[in-house]
Structures are given as C-alpha cells and as structure tokens.
C-alpha cells in the first residue's frame, strides 16, 4: 500500500466530545485531512465524572495525555451508600481497581477528558464552532453538506461522532426512535462551587426505591452531584425550569442531604440531563457516511465505559481507514467487523447495572446494600467485577506514518 496516496482524504467530524476529537487525531496520523464541527459555541464545561481505565486509557497514552488525566484525575478511595441520617450502610474501598489495570484507573470529569483531547488537535485540525451540518447528499466521489450558517462544503467522508442525539444518524439514517432502546431511568448532573461538606476522594450514594442521589468532591471547590431514577414517561422536559422542577418533584421528599442539594440547583450554570438509553443499529455505515461512539452504538452513561469506548471506535476507525488506504468500503467493513461483538458484550452489561444503580422497590436496595459490601470481603470483588473491568480484546497496534504526540 502506499501510504501516503491516500483515497477519501477529506474527513468531516460531527462532534466535538471525545469520540471526534479523537478520530481527528488519529486520522491526523494517518495522513487524512479531518474538519471538526461542533454546534455549541464552545468546550462544554460540567456534566459528570468517568472512570477511566483499559483500552481508553492505552489510547490516551499513545496520545501522549497520561500525565495530563493524572493531572485532572481523581483517585477515589472509598464508594460509601448512606442512609437518611447519612450513616454509611455500605461500601467497598477501590483498591481492586487499581490491582486489576495496574494502577491504570483514574477518575475524572467528562469535560476534562473531551477538554484535554480537543487541546491535542486544536492548533492541526480546521474546527468549525456554533455550526452543526443540517443536511448532507452522498453523491459518487464524495458527500456535500449544508451547514447552520449557510455554507456548502464537500467532503470525501462523514463521521458522526455527535452522541447519543447524533444529527449524523438521524440524516443519513433515519430518525433516533428507530435506534433508540429505552432503559427506563433518566440521569441528570450540575456542579457548584463550595458546598459542604467535601468528603474528599470518596463518592457518597443515597438511595430510595426508583432514584439514587450521588455527590462527589472535585477539584477548586467544586461537588458533583448526580442523579438517577426511574421514568414510565417516553419523553423527558427539554427545557431547563422543567427540567429542574422534574428534579424537584422526584427528590421533594428525599431525606439525607436531598434539600440543600435540591436548594443548590438555582447555583448550577449548566444541567446535564438525558434519558439512559442504549443505540442498537444493523449497521454503523451507510455509503460515505459512519458512526463511532454513542452516536454507534450508546452502552448507556450509567455503564461508565462510554467514553473510553468512544476512544475505541475512533481509534480503530482512524486505523481501519489508514491500513485500507483510504478506501471507506473496506474500512467500515473491518471496523464494525472488529469491535460489533465486544459492543454487544458492553451493552448487555450496561442493562443489568442501570437497575443495579437505583433499584425500584426497598428489597432491590437491600439486596444492592448486601452485594456492595460483598466487595469488601478480600477476593470477592476481584471475582465480581474482573471479568467486565478486563478488556475481551486487544487493540491493533496500527503503523502512523504522522504521529506526533
């Protein structure tokens, strides 16, 4: 193959969270010419925190980001679940974590991570800010689109790397409830400065039947606060007052800490807040155009891998492509065929921990209760979770002919 007589050098990237910025510089490396779009004026900020570990955290290093993430990183100590006068019920310190990566395990928040990997790419890549493309036309050489402000370009590929909301997906094929499997809870987060206590390294769970409450210390004066619960509605408020009156409503009545929480959501300049769903396609290409990430193949946020999986699929897209000499049939065929079962494996997984989290009735939380401080019992932690901390496969160590960290 010649390398550097690439076909379809011209990439656009929809998407400027983990998976694009990722995809960018690994086809930066590979001698492709990638264009970043992102329709929010800026980085998000907020949002909520991930654990970060294996093949996700072997990719970060090859981007030279090792000593950055420890940098922004958490190392939690302890998980402790409390009960209403918040006395610790139970709990498990996270040694195991780091005896099973090799002390490869870091905590962090999502926004540090996506902020981290657009700092890599940033001075290289043509970034499009506050623009999204709003319609595309595959046509034989290539594909046009149309953008949000008015102009037309024309591309030899299209990614979408743009979420579990894709406007890739939902253009090139079809609209999201096609795709979307609904796992009966929404998730919501926001960040303040100086709330107290701080209980450093240690993230606090309070749980009632149907919805969990979780607080987490970061840094510069900041606590995370995350919520999960049940939903029976199919769709969830858009809007920012109906969203935190939803909040309100669920967690009116919770005990521990949940009215000074509730109290500070007036503080919070930005609210996460989204159904936990799963995305289940035939197929993650169609023609020129592909998916990588959640726009693919979601395994839920609760599942806490997403991130490092987005990673995964941007790294093994970027490769597929370099070693098919730019010749996106082949490519696309190579990289679904390589990661479609181990996606397959996490989204099974992710089914079982959403329940898992916030079970629905007082006897699923005493069972939750019982099986948590199980992990604390040397060895069975180890027995538990090693099968879904430890990766099912090893990633191709892909030749770059431009990597530069």
């Given at each position: ?14 998407g400027g969270g983990i998976a694009g ?291 995964i699929s941007a790294y093994v897209l ?84 431009f990597l530069s960290t």
């Amino acid at each position: 193959m010649a390398q550097f007589k690439m076909a379809n050098r011209t990439v656009l990237i929809s998407g400027g969270g983990i998976a694009g910025p990722t995809l960018a510089f690994w086809l930066k490396a590979g001698g492709f010419q990638p264009t970043l779009i992102e329709q929010a004026p800026r980085l998000r900020t907020g949002g909520y925190a991930i654990d970060f570990w294996g093949l996700g955290y072997w990719i970060a290093e090859k981007m030279g980001l090792e000593a950055d993430i420890n940098h922004v990183g958490y190392h939690v100590s302890e998980m402790c679940i409390v009960n209403d006068s918040g006395k610790r019920v139970a709990g498990f310190g996270t040694d195991v974590f780091g005896e099973l990566t090799n002390n490869r395990y870091v905590t962090l928040g999502r926004s540090d991570l996506s902020r981290l990997l657009f700092e890599k790419i940033k001075d290289t890549t043509e970034v499009l800010l506050d623009n999204e493309i709003i319609d595309l036309d595959q046509q034989a050489d290539g594909v046009r689109v149309r953008l949000k402000d008015g102009g037309e370009r024309a591309f030899d590929l299209v990614i979408g790397a743009d979420g579990l909301h894709s406007g890739v997906r939902r253009l090139a094929f079809g609209p999201q409830d096609q795709f979307e499997k609904k796992l009966g809870y929404a998730v919501a987060a926001f960040e303040v400065e100086g709330y107290r206590p701080r209980d450093e390294d240690m993230y606090l769970m309070y749980g009632q039947p149907g919805r969990m409450l979780g607080r987490f210390t970061m840094h510069h004066n900041r606590t995370l606060f995350l919520f999960v619960f049940a939903v029976d509605r199919d769709r969830l408020p858009t809007a920012l007052l109906q969203q935190k009156g939803m909040l309100r409503e669920k967690y009116g009545d919770g005990r521990w800490e949940c009215p000074r929480i509730l109290e500070e959501l007036d503080r919070a300049r930005e609210l996460y807040f989204d159904s936990v769903s799963q995305i289940v396609m035939n197929s993650w290409s169609h023609g020129r155009v592909a998916l990588v990430g959640d726009a693919a193949f979601c395994v839920s946020l609760l599942a806490g891998q997403g991130s490092a999986l987005a990673m995964i699929s941007a790294y093994v897209l970027a490769g597929e492509l370099l070693n098919a000499g730019g010749w996106h049939q082949e490519a696309f065929v190579r990289y679904e065929a390589f990661l479609r079962d181990y996606i397959r494996t996490k989204q099974q997984g992710a089914k079982r921990f959403a329940t898992a989290l916030a079970p629905r009735t007082q006897l699923g939380l005493l069972f939750r209760n019982l099986v948590t401080n199980a992990f604390a019992v040397p060895g069975l932690a180890r027995l538990a979770i090693g099968k879904e901390i430890t990766d099912a496969i090893q990633l191709p160590d892909y030749r770059w002919p431009f990597l530069s960290t």
